[in-house]
């Protein structure tokens, strides 16, 4: 393979993880509103130490361990302030808490 061959392999890959990405999002916004409505914590470590175990446990390389788990940390991160956002949004029917999402995510200009 040549280099563009390889970067045209790597956009691929990189369109699945972001489908992939869309799709743990969901989920977690889906857990968010579970949460909300059973009163549980949004921030659950022992669950995250399992997602971390499974991420170690199915690594097939290259990439070491730990900085697989730094991207699930980042990952995870992300998806804990979507529950947040979820139940913030959701307790105040989508006031605040949007305008929040969009300062974080640049999108100021699309409320």
Same mark, same amino acid.
């Given at each position: 393979?040549d280099?563009?061959?390889l970067r045209?392999? %790597?956009?691929e =890959?990189?369109?699945?993880? !972001? +489908?992939l990405i869309?799709? @743990?999002a969901r &989920? &977690?916004?889906?857990? *968010?509103?579970? #949460?909300r409505a059973?009163? =549980? /914590? !949004?921030?659950? /470590? $022992?669950?995250?130490?399992? %997602?971390?175990a499974? !991420? @170690? #446990?199915?690594? /097939? *390389? /290259?990439?070491?361990?730990i900085? =697989?788990?730094?991207?699930?940390?980042r990952?995870?991160? !992300?998806? @804990? &302030? =979507?529950? #947040?956002?979820? +139940?913030?949004?959701?307790a105040?029917? &989508? *006031?605040?808490a949007t305008?929040?999402v969009? #300062?974080k995510? *640049?999108?100021? $200009?699309?409320?």
């Open positions: 393979m280099i563009a061959e045209r392999r %790597i956009d =890959l990189d369109r699945q993880i !972001v +489908l869309s799709e @743990r &989920a &977690a916004q889906a857990i *968010g509103r579970l #949460k059973t009163d =549980l /914590p !949004v921030y659950e /470590p $022992n669950r995250e130490s399992v %997602i971390f499974n !991420v @170690r #446990k199915n690594n /097939p *390389g /290259p990439l070491p361990d900085e =697989l788990t730094h991207i699930y940390e990952i995870i991160d !992300v998806m @804990r &302030a =979507l529950q #947040k956002d979820e +139940l913030a949004s959701q105040r029917n &989508a *006031g605040p305008e929040d969009n #300062k995510t *640049g999108n100021e $200009n699309h409320q």
